[in-house]
């Protein structure tokens, strides 16, 4: 059984005619690109790099700064003084010489935070879902997917070469079903925590039961409920009171809420061991800068310290969503810091972002087939640093220049 994600480009990779063998060679091996190109341009679906200046004037309501810690100086001079003292880069894997006293006190610290045995640090998000899906999953192993999961969560399944099974989304009878469809196997359940297209929660109780029952692991990715959920932001898992358990690991990123760079994987101490010893993606790849590492333990640390900015983004959050939605635009209730916000059609939602962005307010945009529901939206996510005024202005501007709306409309101003 395949994973039945869709690509993230939207095309198939199978596009073409094998040339006959008689055919002269390509003088351009890579001429299929333009072709590709083109498919992409009639379909909607051409992505483009936007650099940022150092000091932009943008409202910025697209990254995911959820704690508006990214240019906070303690956290920016943590990571100068762990680059001045440590050096540029990490040197090598964290088995030969990328492993720093910095990376230990950072996975203690998180352990510690989030209520897990251990931790191990990577060099991205991305990497630590692949770590823990290719370690934790055998060739005759079942996995089962969330049909809302992440594209790192979508490859992972895919170099784990277990049999994977796409479930419902977040459906725990669905999740059980297929566990009972197949008695006695060695089943990995994972899901995200927070999804980052709608900002949902997934149903984290009903997940654990019926894992349990059925002797299943189960694999979370909180990539976007670390320092938003949970007492004090430890986070999704901890709020469900599934922290520590063991038979539960969780994924984090340390470049949403913790406002740096990197990954992580908690679990118990010999979950994490096992990582070291077989994870692709950490043995063989460049550990995370010093200067990345000082910043996320610092962002920690103010977490720790001023507990309140979980709760203010997710005040931020629900009152985005009573703004827009009083406005009369269709909004999904967040659970965290992701505000969803429909649009007609991804044409509309191209434009409608892209009007923003000329109002000067940066939002998401969410098109298919990255939305695997083929609805298309913007996206708001909260910042707890924001305030009432950019709170308002940043409504005002979604609202005057939704798909639809007429010229000097309420907000427009």
Not at 297 to 303: E, N, P, Q, V, Y
Request: aromatic share 2%; hydrophobic share 45%; glycine share 10%.
């Amino acid at each position: 059984m395949d994973h039945d994600h869709l690509d993230p480009s939207g095309l198939s990779h199978r596009s073409g005619s094998p040339r006959p063998a008689d055919r002269t060679p390509p003088s351009d091996p890579f001429d299929w690109t333009e072709g590709e190109a083109l498919r992409r341009e009639r379909a909607g679906l051409v992505r483009t790099l936007r650099p940022r200046p150092a000091d932009s004037a943008l409202l910025d309501l697209a990254s995911n700064d959820y704690l508006g810690l990214t240019r906070h100086p303690a956290v920016t001079g943590a990571a100068a003084e762990a680059a001045r003292r440590w050096g540029a880069g990490a040197t090598g894997s964290r088995l030969v010489t990328g492993s720093t006293a910095l990376h230990a006190e950072l996975e203690r610290e998180l352990a510690e935070f989030c209520g897990f045995e251990a931790a191990l640090v990577l060099s991205s998000g991305y990497a630590a879902n692949l770590a823990a899906l290719t370690a934790l999953t055998a060739r005759d192993g079942l996995l089962l997917s969330d049909a809302g999961n992440h594209a790192s969560i979508v490859d992972g399944c895919r170099l784990s070469r277990a049999d994977t099974v796409v479930v419902p989304h977040a459906d725990p009878e669905a999740v059980a079903k297929t566990l009972d469809a197949h008695p006695g196997r060695r089943a990995l359940v994972v899901s995200d925590a927070v999804f980052s297209v709608d900002g949902d929660a997934a149903p984290l109780a009903g997940l654990a039961a019926a894992c349990r029952r059925r002797g299943a692991a189960l694999l979370l990715d909180d990539a976007h409920g670390l320092g938003v959920l949970g007492t004090g932001g430890r986070g999704t898992v901890e709020a469900a009171g599934l922290a520590g358990a063991p038979d539960v690991v969780t994924t984090l990123t340390l470049s949403k809420s913790l406002g740096s760079q990197g990954g992580a994987v908690l679990g118990p101490a010999k979950v994490i061991d096992h990582l070291v010893n077989a994870a692709r993606t950490f043995i063989f790849d460049t550990g995370l800068a010093p200067a990345a590492v000082g910043a996320a333990l610092a962002s920690l640390r103010l977490l720790r310290r001023e507990p309140e900015r979980a709760g203010r983004a997710r005040e931020v959050a629900r009152t985005l969503h009573r703004l827009l939605t009083g406005a009369g635009l269709t909004a999904v209730r967040p659970d965290a810091a992701v505000v969803s916000v429909q649009a007609p059609s991804p044409e509309a939602a191209v434009r409608w972002a892209a009007h923003c962005r000329a109002a000067g307010l940066a939002v998401g945009c969410f098109r298919p087939p990255s939305v695997p529901d083929g609805i298309s939206r913007i996206r708001l996510t909260a910042r707890a640093d924001l305030t009432e005024d950019q709170i308002g202005a940043a409504v005002r501007t979604v609202v005057a220049l939704a798909p639809g709306a007429a010229p000097g409309a309420p907000g427009a101003g």
